[in-house]
């Protein structure tokens, strides 16, 4: 905190600062705004001190049983104290008082008065007399730094004098630094300032040393004969030759080694006497046709950028497939390039190469509508491969019915079947039975036709043959026909 004067700050009694002040001056009971905590109303009629209307301090209580502060007590009253109250009471935790300058302290109303001794946020007169008041804590800095009454010593001297005369002494002090009174801007001691301007001071005016005619100060003219003098000799940086300055101007106009940018505004610098060359092989804003045959003309710089990046004849390789094509024919080729990314055609939101769009329609796509695994057996929907297996969920009893009616319908073919081939078989029997007949009632024949009737045993034996094949496989079918018919059984059970 700055130093204020006495007018503006007071002086403070730091223990009495916890204290309720009366309009007299006096201080009497404890404050109640620096406890941590504010009191009920019970606390406050328990602790509260009727007559400052602050906590109760050194509590008393009289005769007729009212308690009050020991300061609050009257003349000639009688009065006996409460250790085990005021014991309590400097138990409750209370802020310092000065907790709106910045004190940060916590602690009970019982060492509350002791912190105050020490807090550095109570104000105080300055110890040197000076007049000032200020908290405790800016003492030191006061006293060291700020206070009109400390000793100090002159820095250009060293000898000490109250701060509040130095200023007079400063005015005469022989070793004090001054600015020069030309304002050449040098400092120095008062006493040397004679010396200085004789000498050394480079405002003094003087003449030319070139003679070209100028009178001007010592530091003009020290920048004057190197910088701006025009008879001063200089090097022209282009070709390192020397002339006075005044004929530098002319030289520039015709040196061969200047700086010049090319005629073309390609940006490039050169040396005037290389203009001719870089026009000829290495200016970037010279036209010529494009490499490529493209049949572009533009610029040196422009083709650059041309036969890599824009020309319609130029080299690519397709990103997709790593196969060269030039860039005017790149589009026709993406067009039906095998490796391009496209979107499934069913719309199923899967990219892919294009030479794998049928391979996957065929075995992926779940757009693609497909036969139901049950078709052999005359499901007839056709659904997509996404809906597949709900499709199976939904539809498993049906299934089950067409699976079932199907393996009916074979029973009943294998049924059928097995009545033609015992009618074939009865048939034949008959036959062979017309034959015997022929065979008998032709007796007399039977010798002239031993040779037909021996390639008739022959084939009837064959016949046999065959109807005993006939017989094993009718048992065969039998034997199906009745694992079918368990199968059916456990079919209706489970549809059951």
């Not at 250009?156 to 009174?181: A, G, M, Q, R, W």
């Not at 022209?236 to 061969?256: G, I, S």
């Not at 790149?330 to 979107?343: A, I």
């Not at 294009?354 to 757009?367: M, T």
Request: hydrophobic content about 30%.
């Amino acid at each position: 905190m700055a130093a204020k004067r006495d007018n503006e700050l007071q002086p403070e009694l730091g223990r009495s600062l916890c204290r309720v002040r009366t309009e007299e001056g006096n201080y009497r009971g404890y404050k109640k705004d620096i406890l941590t905590e504010n009191l009920s109303e019970r606390d406050n009629a328990v602790f509260a001190c009727p007559r400052c209307k602050g906590i109760l301090r050194e509590l008393c209580i009289s005769t007729d049983g009212e308690q009050f502060c020991s300061c609050c007590k009257k003349e000639r009253e009688q009065t006996h104290p409460n250790i085990h109250v005021n014991n309590m009471i400097l138990c409750f935790k209370c802020y310092c008082p000065l907790i709106s300058r910045g004190c940060d302290w916590l602690g009970t109303l019982g060492d509350c008065e002791n912190h105050l001794d020490t807090c550095g946020y109570v104000q105080e007169m300055c110890k040197l007399k000076c007049g000032v008041v200020l908290q405790r804590n800016d003492h030191v800095t006061h006293e060291k730094e700020n206070c009109v009454q400390r000793i100090v010593k002159c820095e250009h001297c060293e000898k000490n004098f109250k701060f509040c005369e130095l200023t007079e002494h400063l005015d005469v002090c022989p070793k004090i630094k001054v600015l020069c009174e030309l304002k050449c801007g040098l400092v120095m001691c008062r006493d040397k300032v004679a010396q200085h301007l004789e000498k050394e001071c480079g405002q003094v005016e003087e003449n030319c040393e070139l003679g070209c005619g100028m009178k001007l100060t010592r530091d003009e003219l020290r920048i004057h004969v190197t910088d701006n003098c025009v008879q001063r000799v200089v090097t022209c940086e282009h070709c390192d030759k020397n002339f006075k300055f005044c004929e530098l101007t002319e030289h520039l106009d015709v040196c061969p080694k200047i700086k010049v940018l090319c005629e073309l505004k390609c940006g490039l610098v050169m040396c005037r006497d290389k203009v001719a060359q870089h026009l000829e092989k290495e200016c970037g804003q010279v036209e010529e046709n494009c490499e490529l045959g493209c049949g572009m003309k533009l610029t040196r710089d422009e083709l650059r950028i041309h036969v890599t990046d824009n020309c319609v004849q130029r080299v690519v390789t397709c990103e997709h497939c790593d196969k060269n094509f030039k860039f005017c024919e790149l589009t026709e080729h993406l067009d039906v390039c095998p490796k391009v990314e496209v979107s499934c055609k069913l719309k199923c939101g899967v990219v892919m190469c294009r030479d794998k769009v049928i391979e996957h329609i065929d075995r992926d796509c779940k757009e693609k509508e497909i036969e139901c695994p049950f078709a052999k057996y005359k499901c007839v929907k056709l659904i997509k491969r996404q809906y597949l297996d709900t499709h199976l969920e939904e539809k498993e009893t049906e299934h089950l019915k067409l699976k079932l009616d199907a393996i009916e319908d074979i029973v009943v073919k294998q049924s059928e079947l097995i009545e033609k081939q015992n009618k074939t078989i009865a048939d034949q029997g008959l036959m062979i039975t017309k034959q015997n007949e022929t065979i008998t009632g032709q007796g007399d024949m039977v010798t002239k036709q031993n040779e037909t009737i021996t390639g008739q045993g022959r084939m009837i034996r064959k016949q046999n043959e065959t109807i005993a094949s006939q017989g094993d496989m009718i048992i065969k079918q039998n034997r199906k026909i009745e694992t079918m018919s368990q199968e059916i059984g456990s079919l209706n059970k489970n549809a059951k």
